[in-house]
C-alpha cells in the first residue's frame, strides 16, 4: 500500500515562500502521477497543481499559476511545491495525491482521480 507523508508547512507572512514535500514510500514514485491539492475551512478540496509522472508535464490552477512550482526527484521518491508571493488566501490545509499511471503523460486535475492521499499539511499565511 503506497503511504503518502507532506512535510514543509507553516506560518508565514504575505509575500513569503513555503516549499512543501510529498514522500512516497512502499513504491517507487517513477510511475505515479501527483497532485497537490488545498482545503480551506469551509470551502471544498480543490486541486492547484499537478505533475505527470515520467515526463513530469505540469499543470497550475490559475490562482497559484506563476507564483507556484510542482517538481519531482524520482531518486528522492519526494515530489516538491515550491510556493512564494503566498497571500491570506492560500491558507488552507494542502495535501498530496497519486496515481499509478505507466504512460507518463497524463495530468490528473480531479480530486476522484486519485488513489492514495497524505493526511496534510497546514500552511497559515498571516501577518
Known amino acids: 500500500q503506497v503511504q503518502l507523508v507532506e512535510s514543509g508547512g507553516g506560518l508565514v507572512q504575505p509575500g513569503g515562500s513555503l516549499r512543501l514535500s510529498c514522500a512516497l514510500s512502499?513504491?517507487?514514485?517513477?510511475?505515479?502521477?501527483i497532485g497537490w491539492f488545498r482545503q480551506a475551512p469551509g470551502t471544498e478540496r480543490e486541486g492547484i497543481s499537478f505533475?505527470?509522472?515520467?515526463?513530469?508535464?505540469?499543470d497550475y490552477v490559475d490562482s497559484v499559476k506563476g507564483r507556484f512550482t510542482i517538481s519531482r526527484d524520482n531518486a528522492k521518491n519526494t515530489v516538491y511545491l515550491q510556493m512564494n508571493n503566498l497571500k491570506p488566501e492560500d491558507t488552507a490545509i494542502y495535501y498530496c495525491?497519486?496515481?499509478?499511471?505507466?504512460?507518463?503523460?497524463?495530468?490528473?486535475?480531479?480530486?476522484?482521480?486519485?488513489?492514495?492521499w497524505g493526511t496534510g499539511t497546514q500552511v497559515t499565511v498571516s501577518s
Open positions: 505533475i505527470s509522472s515520467r515526463e513530469s508535464t505540469t
Open positions: 512502499r513504491s517507487t514514485l517513477d510511475y505515479y502521477a
Open positions: 495525491a497519486a496515481t499509478f499511471d505507466y504512460s507518463g503523460r497524463k495530468i490528473y486535475t480531479g480530486s476522484d482521480e486519485y488513489d492514495y
